[in-house]
DNA sequence: GTTCTGACA
DNA sequence: TGTCAGAA
């Protein structure tokens, strides 16, 4: 329990989050504009992020790499709506459950993005598509 | 020095 | 996504 608590108490800004994922400041922004994060704030508006957060990001990233796009992540990752992960508010946590993804799941999506009209980036999925169709 | 928001090549 | 501006 007292794990959960430092785990979503929100301590880095995102110069550090920055390098601990590799993901751009606009990225990392980005996604949060997308409600794919909820970092908590300080008192001069700049974010704080948490392990889960940090965690959530590599998730994230992971799936960008895998040619999910920002829709297809909302559709796999749990929703973050409560305010969950603030270091302020820590009552009832919810059960962070394994959101690991399956590559059933995975395949299901990417197919599913096939299938939407896409010009250019088509090529590109496919590939990485394959991949995981072969090999992986 | 860092980060924030909004906007545009 | 990168990057610049103008303000905290």
Do not use: C
């Not at 920055?18 to 993901?23: E, F, H, P, R, Y």
């Not at 794919?36 to 392990?51: C, D, K």
């Not at 990001?57 to 796999?76: H, R």
């Not at 939407?116 to 090529?123: I, L, N, V, Y």
């Amino acid at each position: 329990m007292a794990d959960e608590l430092r785990r979503n108490m929100a301590l880095f800004p995102i110069g550090i989050v920055m390098k601990l994922t590799d993901l751009t400041a606009r990225q990392i922004r980005y996604y949060e504009q997308h409600e794919l994060i909820v970092p908590a704030r300080t008192a001069g508006n700049q974010r704080l992020f948490s392990f889960n957060d940090v965690e959530r990001l590599l998730e994230i990233k992971s799936l960008i790499e895998k040619g999910v796009n920002i829709a297809g992540i909302k559709q796999v990752m749990n929703p973050v709506s409560k305010e969950s992960d603030d270091a302020t508010l820590v009552s009832e946590q919810s059960e962070v459950k394994r959101r690991e993804l399956s590559d059933q799941q995975l395949h299901r999506l990417l197919k599913q993005q096939l299938l939407e009209k896409r010009p250019g980036r088509t090529s590109m999925i496919e590939g990485q598509l394959s991949r995981f169709l072969n090999k992986r």
